[in-house]
T-cell receptor, first 117, second 113 residues
């Protein structure tokens, strides 16, 4: 069992749908991340929240909209996605902010496998 | 800029044989290095991390890695492979002072009976 919980595990949606991915952790971590992972590739960073504020947006298309309502929850809102957006979406968390916390590992959820029809 | 290179996209070993997965890093400052494992249909799980306290780092599931500054390497080893070790392994370096984790391309480990 992982300490970062992601729901749903699988999601199939059409290109005109709106859906949300959810991520929850109760480890007291104050940095939370969204990654996109295509098959046989490493994870690619999308967004980073630190203390509930968006710190990094890796030039992600606006059809992906992150939200961090509190220190334990992270959402990724999806709208008008394209077939190339089909992938495994991973959430992760780690202690604190950068700097002296850079030696802290990230804890990953098991991901949401997203398929766009 | 920091980066990691994993040598070999696929490694195949027999059960009971030594596992050696190679990782070289590029960093202008002392790096924070990690090895993660990913089993099918799962997220990434931390195997071990190097944070300058000791050059030989022991991790979970019998894995260990040695930090060699002179070779800019952080290779992952396990004395005796088990079938359950078959997975994808990622070497990663943490962006000093920031949040970014730079992952290597990954090495798929196959274990033959």
């Amino acid at each position: 069992d992982t300490e970062v919980t992601q729901t749903p595990k699988h999601l199939v949606m059409g290109m005109t749908n709106k859906k949300s991915l959810k991520c929850e952790q109760h480890m007291g971590h104050r940095a939370m991340y969204w990654y996109k992972q295509k098959a046989k590739k490493p994870p690619e960073l999308m967004f980073v929240y630190s203390y509930e504020k968006l710190s990094i947006n890796e030039s992600v298309p606006s059809r992906f909209s992150p939200e961090c309502p509190n220190s334990s929850l992270l959402n990724l809102h999806l709208h008008a996605l394209q077939p190339e957006d089909s992938a495994l979406y991973l959430c992760a968390s780690s202690q604190g902010r950068g700097g002296s916390y850079s030696n802290q590992p990230q804890h990953f959820g098991d991901g949401t496998r997203l398929s766009i029809l | 800029a920091q980066s990691v290179t994993q040598l070999g996209s696929h490694v195949s070993v027999s059960e009971g044989a030594l596992v050696l997965l190679r990782c070289n890093y590029s960093s202008s400052v002392p790096p924070y290095l990690f090895w993660y494992v990913q089993y099918p249909n799962q997220g990434l799980q931390l195997l071990l991390k190097y944070t300058s306290a000791a050059t030989l780092v022991k991790g979970i599931n019998g894995f260990e890695a040695e930090f060699k500054k002179s070779e800019t390497s952080f290779h992952l080893t396990k004395p005796s492979a088990h079938m359950s070790d078959a997975a994808e392994y990622f070497c990663a370096v943490r962006d000093t002072g920031g949040f970014k984790t730079i992952f290597g391309a990954g090495t798929r480990l196959f274990v033959k009976a």
